[in-house]
């Protein structure tokens, strides 16, 4: 059971099982909660998810050899997104990375971190030390009005507001420790904060109490990121996915792309300098019936694509999708369709995010 | 007039051998938000159990299943600009087709409202 279980509960949070976990789906409903964190700040329980503190002698060399990542180049405590990827250049999960001083914190994926922790395990060497902070739980605070909201009740060596986009540090909250970055999955300014299980409670309460925070459930997660145009491990991304395909090269760092080095570096090495033949993009659909994963999109009698995530767009008012799409029929513009319970949907590519990145990268 | 209720949580008010379909209070407020509808033609026939009318939540696409076979007669197009009739006022404003009865002794197996109201007090 997560640490904040009973407090959803208490909150009017309709529970549904998620990654082994009851979480809440929603609380008041899922258009208000979804527009309530765009306007103004939303409280996301993410315990699921899997927080690992990486270290031991030889560890950066150790971790480049699973990771595409340069660790060179991570400055200390700014988190860095990057991915687990198997031989073939599939995607095992996606993650991000931030350097402590004595070792590496990683964020994973709820659903995958069992699979995670043993291919870490297997693929790491025996002097290097994976320890799983289950006794932490994983807060993010979204919104236009985040900052301000945790702003008033964090303490630190230095204040709230240096941390820019993609920036991390140690905090207090009513004198809680509590590792603070600013990042997050809606596309919105806001914080990630891990604090310990047994505080959760007293933290997500006080957070709660600022005017401008409201709680928020797994469904108004899942349409904040979609409208944000973030891939969610297990729908958009899988080991029957390249990072490639999936537009993330930027999980790729500069200089392993052309010196390699880490699994699946042939695939993702020859993708990146001749293209794919599908890619992961963005559809808006005509009218307002929703297409939803597994959906197949079509350009007259062919079949060129398959949907991934798809809904009712809050903030835009319509469906939008993403779907892998044959490279040819991928540019922004092209007219397609999808086949939703038999019927034929118009909808056409368009770039991503569906709804502007509002990240803080400095005054 | 005679409202009747299914274990689907739809809805169907008869009288005679016309009927007009809804869905529940229940299920829309299991539903959630609601942002389309997807109802049936008219004139298109319909066997009880048959899904001729969709509802599409942000979580997900949703059948209603008529609780009678029948004929559509008509279908609430008031719902294609304010699908969210459906989440305020899901047993009057809300209703979703109308349909002819081709046989009244289905309705023999359906709840009434006291029996509709047991069974989700038990869910």
Redesign the interface.
């Known amino acids: 059971m997560l640490p904040l279980d009973a407090w959803h509960r208490a909150r009017g949070g309709r529970m549904v099982e998620f990654a082994g976990y009851w979480m809440p789906v929603q609380y008041e409903g899922i258009i208000a909660e979804h527009t309530w964190t765009r306007e103004s700040a939303g409280l996301f329980d993410v315990s699921h998810m899997g927080q690992l503190f990486i270290s031991g002698e030889g560890v950066e060399a150790a971790l480049e050899a699973v990771l595409p990542i340069d660790l060179a180049t991570l400055k200390p405590y700014g988190p860095r997104y990057s991915l687990l990827l198997d031989e073939n250049g599939g995607v095992l999960d996606d993650l991000m990375v931030t350097r402590w001083n004595s070792g590496f914190y990683l964020v994973v994926n709820g659903a995958t971190k069992w699979d995670d922790i043993g291919h870490l395990r297997e693929h790491l060497p025996d002097e290097v030390t994976i320890n799983h902070l289950e006794d932490s739980a994983l807060l993010a605070l979204q919104g236009p009005k985040a900052f301000a909201a945790l702003e008033r009740v964090v303490t630190g060596e230095y204040p709230l507001a240096a941390l820019t986009f993609m920036k991390g540090g140690q905090f207090k909250i009513d004198g809680i420790d509590a590792w603070i970055s600013r990042s997050g999955y809606t596309g919105e300014d806001g914080f990630e904060i891990s604090i310990p299980a047994a505080d959760a409670e007293r933290v997500a309460d006080l957070i709660c109490a600022q005017p401008e925070v409201k709680p928020i459930g797994l469904g108004a997660r899942d349409s904040l990121r979609l409208e944000a145009g973030l891939p969610l491990y297990g729908h958009d991304l899988s080991p029957d996915t390249s990072p490639i395909e999936a537009g993330l090269l930027f999980g790729i760092n500069k200089r392993r792309r052309t010196e390699g080095g880490f699994p699946g570096a042939n695939r993702i090495m020859r993708e990146i300098a001749e293209g794919t033949a599908r890619k992961w993009v963005g559809l808006v659909l005509e009218g307002r019936q929703a297409a939803r994963e597994g959906a197949t999109v079509h350009l007259g009698a062919d079949q060129v694509g398959v949907v991934t995530s798809g809904g009712f767009s809050p903030s835009r008012g319509e469906p939008i999708a993403m779907a892998y799409i044959a490279s040819a029929n991928a540019a922004p513009g092209t007219k397609l369709e999808i086949e939703v319970r038999g019927k034929r949907l118009a909808a056409e590519v368009v770039s991503t995010p569906f709804v502007p990145h509002r990240y803080f990268r400095g005054a | 007039m005679t409202r009747y209720f299914t274990q689907d949580h739809e809805w169907i008010d008869v009288d005679g051998t016309s009927g007009v379909v809804g869905i529940t209070d229940y299920a829309q407020s299991q539903l959630?938000?609601i942002?389309?509808v997807?109802l049936p033609a008219a004139g298109s026939t319909v066997k009880k159990g048959d899904a001729p009318c969709?509802v599409?939540s942000?979580?997900?696409?949703s059948d209603v299943y008529s609780p009678v076979s029948g004929t559509i007669t008509s279908a609430n197009d008031a719902l294609?600009d304010a699908?969210e009739t459906v989440n305020t006022d899901p047993e009057e404003g809300g209703w979703l087709f109308r349909i002819d009865l081709s046989d009244v002794s289905e309705l023999e197996g359906l709840m009434d409202k006291a029996a509709y109201d047991a069974y989700v007090a038990e869910l």
């Not at chain 2, 942000?58 to 696409?61: E, G, N, R, S």
């Open positions: 959630g938000d942002t389309y997807d969709v599409d942000v979580k997900a696409a294609g699908p």
